[in-house]
């Protein structure tokens, strides 16, 4: 078992779910986001995912998206992003952090280098627009003891489950729903697909399972206490910063530990 998955597994023997939280790096200043991890991982949140920003996130939403341009018009460097999260990590090691790009800013720094890099502190990295079929690209991760975070969405086929289910090892990341980040989708049809597929995962595997899009509140992540390990959250953080500032940040993150 991976060092990721024993630690969520860990934190479950006394949390009835755990909290991944989504930050992108570079907005809405490097040091604002930074400040943004720190007081994340003071409140002792489990996961914090970092997102090193892309110009094309094409599978995030409105929120996300519009933080990611005026991050780069900060002009992030990825070397220095896996500089200051393995600090932290380093500072904070009751909390697992993690990397999210999108593959062009990971090719362009290359994966020998990355796996260098991300070494000791990130336990794992997310990429979105990485199909598991190319699992093979990620080896240098995999050797660092880095683990590949695999997307699953609703209603995927079960040859691709079966895939997913084989080469993961730290954490799954299952979407709720079809689409981009930011959104929920309350109805019945869209949360028994959901559920199908979470049933058809779970007998395939023991590695911890991480649901995301659209949750927004305590109240949603209550309600999955029970079919997931870990709920993450994104978009609802940088709501509350861009209507209230750190302050708000910081509210918000503390209604959400509150599930």
Known sequence: MSHLAAFIREQRQVKP??????????????????????????????ILEVQFPFSDPVADGPVITHACHQALENKPSLAQCLLDI??????????????????????????????????????????????????????????????????????MDTARIKMVSEHAQGLIYCVSRKGVTGKSSD????????????????????????????????????????????????????NAYIEGGLSAFSDKVDSLLAA
Not at 21 to 46: F, N
Not at 95 to 122: E, I, R, T
Not at 215 to 223: R, T, W
Request: glycine fraction near 6%.
């Open 17 to 46: 779910i755990l909290l991944m939280t989504h930050v992108i790096y570079g907005y809405p200043s490097i040091e604002d986001s930074l400040q943004m991890m720190r007081t994340l991982l003071t409140k002792e949140v489990a």
């Open 86 to 155: 393995n600090a932290l990590a380093e500072e904070f090691p009751s909390s697992k952090v993690l990397l999210m790009s999108y593959l062009n800013p990971l090719l362009q720094f290359g994966f020998d280098k990355l796996a260098k890099a991300m070494a000791p502190g990130v336990s794992g990295v997310i990429i979105p627009d990485l199909p598991i079929d190319q699992h093979a690209m990620l080896k240098p991760l995999v050797a660092a003891k880095i683990d590949p975070v695999w997307l699953m969405i609703p209603a």
């Open 187 to 238: 109805s019945t049809t869209a949360k028994q697909v959901l559920s199908d597929t979470l049933n058809e995962l779970k007998p395939l595997t023991d590695v911890p399972i991480a649901l995301g899009f659209g949750i927004a509140s305590a109240e949603q992540i209550q309600e999955i206490i029970g079919q997931v390990d870990v709920a993450v959250v994104g978009s609802a953080l940088i």
